[in-house]
């Protein structure tokens, strides 16, 4: 079964340090992962997917298929970076799969 | 920017009751999606619907649950008899592909079973 585990629930840094959110996955294949962000108030939105390895506002993340991992790093946080961030993965078996995501970290931005 | 849209907000309904929740995906986009969100746990994954029929569907996604396109618009979310544990938040996504492509979230509808 595929699964998507973030271990943090709540992460809070000050504004200019480093940000890394964790997440592994357990998948029988090779997986579409993805970040997806809420900002307060808003709707889930993409922030980026693994396929088209971008840099969007800053956060990178890097497949690592070895570890089973797809971290999202951000070298300096910004306050406007408070959110929760969900890592979601899919299938590539032609089929519309949808998500499946982890339970979300809570990113607290401090000034 | 084009946007789903999900109607209503939030829909309040006694057990047993039939309900519908309503979605407009996004015009171009072709594969669409219903997620649920029971308040503290994760977002899961109900069902996706492509080319006017059920592409994939969860455990969660029974005989309780269905789906239509009744236009070429909307995109409905029936629960037939609706249960305590049916409260959750209702999110409806749309995509013009699928595996890689991304999905587009609505708001979300808040269902409250009495």
């Known amino acids: 079964a595929q699964r998507v585990t973030q271990p943090e629930k709540l992460l809070s840094v000050f504004k200019g340090a480093p940000v890394e959110l964790k997440c592994n996955y357990s998948?029988?294949?090779?997986?579409?992962l993805f970040w997806y962000v809420q900002y307060s108030r808003q709707r889930l939105q993409l922030l980026l997917r693994?396929?088209s390895r971008e840099s969007i506002k800053g956060f990178t993340a890097d497949l690592n298929k070895g570890e089973t991992s797809f971290h999202l790093k951000k070298p300096f946080a910004q306050e406007e970076d408070s959110a929760m961030y969900y890592c979601?993965?899919?299938?590539?078996?032609?089929?519309?799969?949808?998500?499946?995501f982890g339970k979300g970290t809570h990113l607290i931005i401090q000034p | 920017e084009p946007e789903v849209t999900q109607t209503p907000s939030h829909q309040v309904t006694q057990m047993g009751q039939e309900v519908i929740l309503r979605c407009v995906p996004i015009?171009?986009?072709?594969?669409f999606y219903w997620y649920r969100q029971i308040l503290g746990q994760k977002v899961e994954f109900l069902v996706s619907?492509?080319?006017?029929?059920?592409?994939?569907k969860s455990e969660i996604f029974d005989d309780q649950f269905s789906v239509e396109r009744p236009d070429g618009s909307n995109f409905t979310l029936k629960i037939r008899s609706t249960k305590l544990e049916d409260s959750a938040m209702y999110f409806c996504?749309?995509?013009?592909?699928?595996?890689?492509?991304?999905?587009?979230f609505g708001d979300g509808t808040r269902l409250s079973i009495l």
């Open positions: 996504a749309s995509s013009i592909g699928y595996s890689n492509q991304p999905q587009h």
């Open positions: 998948y029988s294949g090779s997986p579409e």
């Open positions: 693994h396929i």
């Open positions: 979601a993965l899919t299938g590539t078996g032609g089929g519309a799969d949808g998500l499946t």
């Open positions: 015009s171009n986009h072709l594969y």
């Open positions: 619907f492509y080319n006017n029929e059920i592409s994939e």
